[in-house]
């Protein structure tokens, strides 16, 4: 390991020894803190960008690069997920969103494994402020690809089919992610904040909470829960996916329970 990246997880370590953990660490605690290390989920941008508002978050430059100080992304991680969970649980629904290069496979491949709505394309203007809209839009989607499936375009000329294939296919790219949203979504997580602002600025109007991974260039107040990361490596965010993809799982067999318990007591009753 580099001698400056080690130097560094030593300090990130400390860190979190005093600022996030009211007990001496565990071996597993502390091997988290060593997976975020070795993922480079500390690397924030160069110092020259830095946002002011970002200076709580930061432990040290290196180099002219800001050192996230990962005590602070634990702190977050753990409050995003009791977010999630409780969300979940209570029946909203959450998308998830990342359309830059660094995300939008990994937010693609999340969505399809967990079973939410996602956004790894370019994210319409209005998928929340404007969702009649945007349903309108899905719904008209899904019909022309049942028409497509059931030979009910077959009436139309060669040149019309064609034009027929080409829009599902590019309302395929837009909203295969989205197909199954029928509601406004209880919470957003953004894969990188920098990239993503326009879902961020939507939420924000909205009243609808918002978590984000936050690079040290920046606003953390464009959205409710902050995550400090490094959000241009898919290194770091493979690893950062993890955590939302436990939160999201535990939220969902939540609710199954509550369901569940729910429905014992009126057939008891």
């Not at 939008?104 to 939410?116: C, F, N, Q, T, W």
């Not at 406004?184 to 961020?200: E, H, K, Q, R, S």
């Not at 909205?206 to 241009?232: K, L």
């Amino acid at each position: 390991m580099d001698t400056n990246v080690k130097n560094i997880g030593n300090a990130a370590i400390e860190a979190a020894e005093t600022a996030v953990l009211e007990t001496p660490p565990t071996p597993e605690e502390k091997a988290e803190m060593q997976s975020l290390i070795d993922a480079g989920v500390f690397y924030g941008q160069s110092h020259a960008r830095t946002n002011p508002k970002m200076n709580p978050y930061i432990l040290t430059s290196k180099g002219g690069v800001e050192i996230i100080d990962l005590a602070e992304t634990i702190r977050a991680l753990r409050e995003a997920g009791e977010i999630i969970r409780t969300k979940l649980a209570t029946g909203g629904e959450v998308i998830i969103a990342g359309t830059t290069p660094a995300g939008k496979s990994i937010v693609r491949a999340l969505g399809e494994k967990l079973g939410v709505h996602y956004v790894a394309e370019r994210w319409l203007g209005g998928t929340i402020t404007n969702f009649k809209t945007i349903s309108d839009r899905v719904r008209y989607f899904k019909k022309l690809k049942v028409d497509a499936e059931s030979g009910a375009l077959d009436k139309y000329t060669k040149k019309e089919r064609v034009n027929f294939n080409r829009e599902i296919k590019k309302l395929t790219r837009f909203f295969s992610g989205v197909e199954s949203m029928d509601k406004l979504p209880a919470v957003v997580v953004i894969f990188g904040l920098g990239g993503n602002m326009t879902p961020a600025l939507e939420a924000k109007k909205s009243g609808v909470t918002s978590i984000a991974f936050v690079n040290t260039a920046a606003d953390p107040d464009e959205v409710s829960c902050p995550i400090p990361a490094n959000d241009r490596s898919p290194k770091s965010l493979e690893l950062l996916a993890t955590y939302i993809e436990k939160a999201v799982s535990e939220g969902k067999d939540e609710r199954i329970k509550q369901a569940a318990a729910l429905g014992s007591k009126e057939t008891n009753g």
